[in-house]
């Protein structure tokens, strides 16, 4: 295998792809020239352990990685490429730029701009150093993202609150996506209210299509058994696509058989159940073996076709056209002050059965399960369970932050961040959305089958057995008055909280403060 190349630049330009920029069409290998050009790779300590992330989601990054070096390779393109175990591996990317330099200076570096600001600022910092040593760097556009980093501040400018529905329909309308003489296909922009269905008695998610692992992805798979035997994570169900070939299997796949479910069940959970009709694509388009417009291009095509209905294709191009081009603007907007809100001054630690999944709460221990088992947990259960028990909770944003990077396979910065701090914990304070997305067990009741096996009781709302989302909902409200009473979106809540009565605010207040104690969110030391 050829991956063990160590030629450096021959007097041509230095290309860097990182380990999410997996795609044929990146702008930092365009114009290459393979008589002169060389490409770096390199597998580092510093990116896979800056948080200790899921054995499934470092596995999947360097199969991934090797299998694209190979596929550069076959395009006759030299690739110098630095494995994991390599000894002279200095562990840092900006550290193994400079080694290929000292080895033989280039003409020129040309990358992509990077995913996360952390990494950003490092190569920056990098790119001036050269620079101040005569050699050019080019760090171009990332161009699979449908929205730049100018589009999206125009957009926002001078806009009080940025709503991801107006950016949506912006998307909607420099894509052309489901339009029809430039107006909405069906009549409506959105059709999230058909999107809401429980999973009834007899309604049972399609099997999956899964990708076992090939023998590039079995020897990462060994790699990172031996180097990170310490980090979060099971590897035996390693099922994620580490080629393009693979990822488009599976993008097939989900586009004929489980697209036309996704809309009806989006929002629904089951236990022992991680994938409903999810796409499993995250962590293919977010490494570059899917291009986002192209997989809306493809599901629009369903919906025309008459293969799917308009609900489920909406709200499938909405989260990837929508969400997911906001929530990587939001980011690059805000950071690097987004990294340190806390606007509900959460202070608490993260409880231990987030790690370990031992709890009597049944939806809790099933996330966590999932979690552990696939490195990955869908949407509402993100939102809904962890997501929303970490807000009740009071736990720190950092902490917050740290276990979503550490537990799934597609997590980055970039998505992860908004998502967290944004979208689930309003520590951002109400930058992505307008209200905290705080809810009881009635919701996870509503929407799973996970209350009818559990321990607690979903009705009772105080009491040794109640449900704990319960026992913490309106201690919630009352602890975070001063932050949150001024909220018109919280009126109804708040007006409801206020008719308990001043007493009975304050058991609640204790109830709640008693179960954050039971449950291990204590202060911070
Ligand atoms: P599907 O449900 O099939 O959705 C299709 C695609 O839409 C996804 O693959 C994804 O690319 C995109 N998408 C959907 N929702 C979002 C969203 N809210 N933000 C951005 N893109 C979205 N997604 C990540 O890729 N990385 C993360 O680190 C991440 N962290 C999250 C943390 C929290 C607290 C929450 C609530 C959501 C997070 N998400 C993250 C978004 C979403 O949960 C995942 O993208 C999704 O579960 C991936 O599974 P799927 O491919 O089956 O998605
Ligand atoms: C996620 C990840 C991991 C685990 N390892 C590497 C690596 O060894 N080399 C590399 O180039 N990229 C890796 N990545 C992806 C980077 O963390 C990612 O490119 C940045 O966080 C920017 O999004
Ligand atoms: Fe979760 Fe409460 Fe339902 Fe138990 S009763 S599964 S803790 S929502």
């Given at each position: 295998m050829a991956n063990t190349n160590t030629a450096g630049p021959r007097g041509g330009t230095l290309r860097l792809v990182l380990?999410?920029?997996?795609?044929?069409?990146l702008s930092a290998l365009a114009d290459l020239d393979p008589d002169r050009d060389i490409v770096l790779m390199a597998e580092v300590r510093d990116e896979a352990t800056y948080v200790r992330h899921h054995k499934q989601k470092v596995a999947l990054t360097f199969a991934a990685m090797r299998s694209f070096a190979l596929r550069l390779e076959a395009r006759g393109i030299t690739v110098r490429y630095i494995r994991i175990?390599?000894?002279?591996?200095?562990?840092?990317i900006v550290g193994e730029m400079h080694r290929v330099l000292d080895d033989q200076p280039g003409e020129a570096i040309v990358m992509t701009e990077c995913g996360e600001w952390r990494l950003a600022q490092a190569l920056a910092g990098f790119a001036a150093v050269v620079e101040g040593r005569g050699i050019a760097v080019d760090i171009r556009?990332?161009?699979?993202?449908?929205?730049?980093h100018d589009r999206f501040r125009r957009w926002a400018s001078g806009k009080k609150q940025l709503t991801m529905e107006f950016f949506y329909r912006e998307m909607r309308r420099e894509t052309?996506?489901?339009?029809d003489d430039g107006k909405p296909v069906g009549g409506q922009?959105?059709?999230?209210?058909?999107?809401?269905r429980k999973l009834t008695k007899g309604i049972r998610p399609p099997e999956r299509l899964r990708t076992p692992p090939d023998a590039v992805a079995l020897e990462a798979i060994a790699d990172v058994a031996r180097l990170?035997?310490?980090?979060?994570?099971?590897?035996?169900?390693?099922?994620?696509?580490?080629t393009a070939e693979q990822a488009e299997v599976v993008l097939t796949d989900f586009l004929a058989n489980i697209l036309p479910g996704f809309g009806d069940w989006q929002d629904a959970m089951a236990h022992g159940?991680?994938?409903?009709?999810?796409?499993?694509?995250s962590t293919s388009i977010n490494l570059g073996l899917l291009d986002p417009l192209d997989v809306c291009r493809r599901a629009e095509a369903e919906y025309r076709s008459g293969r799917a209905p308009l609900n489920a294709v909406e709200g499938f191009i909405r989260q990837i056209i929508g969400w997911r081009e906001f929530v990587r603007g939001i980011y690059w907007l805000k950071m690097p002050e987004y990294g340190a809100r806390n606007f509900l001054d959460a202070d608490r630690v993260l409880p231990w059965f987030f790690w370990?999944?031992?709890?009597?709460?049944t939806c809790v221990a099933d996330v966590v399960a999932t979690s552990r088992d696939n490195a990955y947990a869908h949407h509402i259960q993100r939102l809904m369970v962890t997501g929303n028990l970490m807000m009740l909770l009071g736990v720190h944003p950092d902490a917050v932050d740290d276990w979503y990077m550490t537990v799934y396979?597609?997590?980055?910065e970039w998505v992860e961040m908004p998502n967290t701090?944004?979208?689930?914990?309003?520590a951002d304070g109400?930058?992505?959305?307008?209200?905290?997305?705080a809810a009881s067990g009635t919701y996870i009741d509503r929407m799973s089958d996970y209350c009818s096996g559990?321990?607690?009781?979903?009705?009772?709302?105080?009491?040794?057995?109640?449900c704990p989302f319960n026992r913490l909902y309106w201690g919630f409200l009352e602890r975070n008055r001063p932050r949150l009473r001024d909220n018109h979106r919280l009126a109804m809540p708040y007006r409801t909280l206020d008719g308990f009565g001043e007493e009975r605010r304050a058991a609640l207040l204790a109830e709640a403060e008693a179960t954050r104690t039971m449950l291990g969110a204590v202060p911070q030391s």
């Open positions: 380990g999410d920029q997996l795609s044929d069409n175990d390599d000894p002279a591996n200095t562990h840092s556009q990332d161009d699979r993202f449908i929205c730049s052309g996506i489901l339009l922009w959105n059709y999230d209210a058909e999107n809401r990170f035997p310490d980090h979060f994570g099971d590897l035996d169900a390693f099922g994620w696509p580490t159940q991680p994938w409903m009709w999810h796409g499993l694509i370990s999944g031992e709890t009597d709460m396979a597609d997590a980055y701090r944004g979208m689930a914990t309003f109400g930058i992505m959305g307008t209200k905290p997305y559990c321990r607690y009781d979903v009705k009772a709302r105080t009491g040794e057995g109640a």
